[in-house]
């Protein structure tokens, strides 16, 4: 949280309390100084939201806005990019935290680092393409998901990175106590809708990561000790204080229902196809590529099962006709494949997202991604609103994925949590709770 925070919005309880908006502001301000953290987050959520970047420039130039005390600016200036770290551009209107992320910086050596910038992030004062990494780590929210996206866009230098954490609904249906709390500041939305937003503002997904409980711990642990302990002898030293109190209370009824996403986006350039550079073409299986894709999939899995579920698939009733990709490169050959196939959830219909392959003299090359992503546009256009998957949650988060478990969703026998995932591509449709009931040839 920074001075561009929710207190902005915090105004009709206070002018009932009899206190003045800048007074409560300046209440509040005080009540959340010195603490580690303003906003939910974790030195590994950080390094994980990191990871997902992929690789950076030598010395990358990283811009963090709304860095409160600094606590993601200082570690991305030690670790973001080569062993010379990063130089970081910490922005934030409230002159404290700049203050102490100073301080800081220069204790450990990084003041050669850090630059600090008073500024409103909805104004930000930088020539386009000054940055190589934005990061706003809980604060995107002052000025809307969505604008953020559009107004932030400008500042990335080719090929650069932004990554931003967005509180959100983590339930279908939220209650009326959480949203008593939180519509009169912000319009949560779901994962399914923020990832849409990021797609139509024309970013890639490159990473989905749903922060821990583990994560509010370390900013609200900090935060209710001192308000415990906080001088309220003022009116406007109570109304923050009773404010505050609200808000730990709701995130221990209601914390279920919400939660913190962080997502990693790279703008879509000219000819970019999801990170393959536009080598790849994705279109629909012909009948002439029977004998390429399988032979993909014989030569993607070390056993055959794969590739005879594929033609398994084909003859059975959960086959979808124009739901099967390929991609191919520019000599025409097929350099990997995708299915979607019919499932249920509790008997409501779905689709499952398995197998996926790709040529193993081309993997890492953007083909799998390349097919993955054409083939779930191809399941959207259709009108299908539930996509699952049993895979590796390190890489189908950069479609939108999200563990299944959010839902209540879960395979049918025992698997990691992480592993199944879940995409929701029509949020206006009730997303099922149970168990996934497979096509026969799945053998489950």
Known sequence: MTDNTRTTDITDTTRVSGVSRDAFVAAFMELHGGLPRQAPGSDATTRHLLSLCGPLPERPRVLDLGCGPGRSALLLAAEA??????EVTAVDLHRPFLDELATAARSRGLAGRVRTVRADMGALPFPDGSFDLIWAEG???VIGFDRALAEWKRLLAPGGTLVLTECEWTVEDPSAG?????DPQVALRSTARDVAAAQAAGYRVRGVHLLPDSDWAEYYGPLAERVRTVDASTPARAAARDWTRAELDVRERHGHEY??????LSPVTAGD????GGRWTARPEAEADRAAVRAVNLAAFDTPLEADLVDALRADASWLPGLSYVAEGPDGSVAAHALLTRCEVDGVPALALAPVAADPALQRSGAGSAVVRALLAAARERGEALVLVLGHPAYYPRF???PASRFGIRAPFEVPDGAMMALVLDDGVPVPSGTVEYPDPFGV
Request: no cysteine; net charge neutral; aromatic share 22%.
């Open 81 to 86: 990019g080569g062993a010379g770290g990063a």
């Open 259 to 264: 939660g913190y996403t962080g997502f990693v």
């Open 273 to 276: 196809s999801g990170g393959d």
């Open 139 to 141: 604060s995107a929210y």
């Open 178 to 182: 959480a949203r008593a709390f939180w």
């Open 400 to 402: 939108g994925f999200v």
